[in-house]
């Protein structure tokens, strides 16, 4: 597992040293966020999820063993936090997004090496079902934390001008109508796909911030195992009481076990959450990530079926 985990890291430890170096252009950051985020990302979840092949069953049981267990996460965390009256309202929020958002570049990159197609079509499914929801839970907390008000229409709006949502959603559109898509279109989209892995995870190294004197580290820690601990096992679990297959298990367990979105300290300094927290938890998840994946994977052989 660790060989495949481990060239993403240095991946992402080369985003870490091309953000400190000298040689590195200006502008050269903000430049490849831009086409990873409107562009080259968003081309690899369109034509992905557009080839996806799944059945009924398949898709009842892994929107049930991902989403059901986001939603409790967070209804736990909504009745916890109401015990912790000293801790901020944007510390709140931002506990919230780093105990259920998934890092999709960090899903997608280590998923295309470890797993066979159809597992990690899979994984590409649950991004696609989790994704909306996710970001919906995220605007809804810094909304209520945040002290930003946000009516259900402009939440919406967000929904629809986000790129990643759009196109995961355009994708299984083709998907359920079962248009083909044309060769040369679809093999452009994949050449941008493939671009997109390795930005995408330069651009989340160049985001880690060492920093965190202004971090609290005991939301720090406690969100950081609830989310690469607790959440895969709630996820391991729903899937043992469905009787979801193998492949399904497998590949609900890996997404619920991914670090915290790189994108979540973005949402948290425009929308009033704590972002020095936020940019600590995304961080401390992405290291941590390199071993509590494969540990939340081996819930398979310890649960079996």
């Known amino acids: 597992m660790l060989d495949y985990t481990i060239p993403v890291l240095l991946i992402v430890l080369l985003g870490v040293w091309l953000r400190r170096s000298r040689w590195t252009p200006e502008g050269f950051f903000p430049a490849i966020e831009w086409f990873s985020f409107y562009v080259a990302f968003p081309a690899l979840l369109f034509i992905n ?3 996806l092949e799944f059945t009924g069953g398949a898709l009842r049981d892994l929107t049930a063993a ?3 267990p986001t939603l409790a996460m967070v209804a736990m965390l909504v009745i916890a936090l109401r015990f912790a009256p000293r801790l901020p309202d944007p510390s709140r929020s931002s506990i919230i997004q780093g105990a259920v958002r998934p890092s ?4 997608l990159a280590v998923a295309s090496l470890l797993f066979e197609d159809a597992t990690a079509a899979l994984v590409m499914l649950a991004l696609a079902i989790c994704l909306p929801v996710v970001n919906v839970v995220a605007v809804v907390a810094l909304a209520w934390w945040g002290g930003t008000r946000v009516s259900a229409a402009r939440i919406a709006m967000m929904l629809a001008k986000n790129p990643i949502i759009v196109a995961t959603v355009a994708g299984a559109l083709v998907n359920l109508v079962g248009l083909q898509v044309p060769a040369p279109l679809g093999n452009g989209l994949d050449i941008l796909g493939s671009a997109s892995l390795a930005l995408g995870l330069i651009c989340v190294g160049g985001g880690l911030d060492f920093n965190w004197s202004a971090a ?3 939301a720090l820690g406690i969100t950081s195992t609830l989310k690469l601990l607790a959440l895969p ?3 391991v679990a729903t899937c043992r009481v469905l009787g979801a297959d193998d492949d399904v298990t497998r590949a609900a367990c890996f997404y619920a076990a991914l670090p915290t979105a790189s994108n979540a300290y973005i949402m948290a300094r425009q929308m009033g959450g704590d972002a ?8 401390l998840q992405t290291l941590l990530a390199i071993v509590t994946v494969p540990l939340a994977l081996q819930l ?3 649960w079996p079926a």
């Not at 999709?104 to 899903?107: A, L, M, V």
């Not at 020095?276 to 961080?283: E, G, K, R, V, Y």
């Open 104 to 107: 999709t570049y960090f899903g």
């Open 276 to 283: 020095p927290l936020m940019a600590s938890l995304i961080t």
């Open 300 to 302: 398979l052989v310890w």
């Open 66 to 68: 991902t989403l059901l």
């Open 49 to 51: 999820t557009a080839r």
């Open 216 to 218: 609290r580290p005991l």
């Open 233 to 235: 096992l709630i996820a």
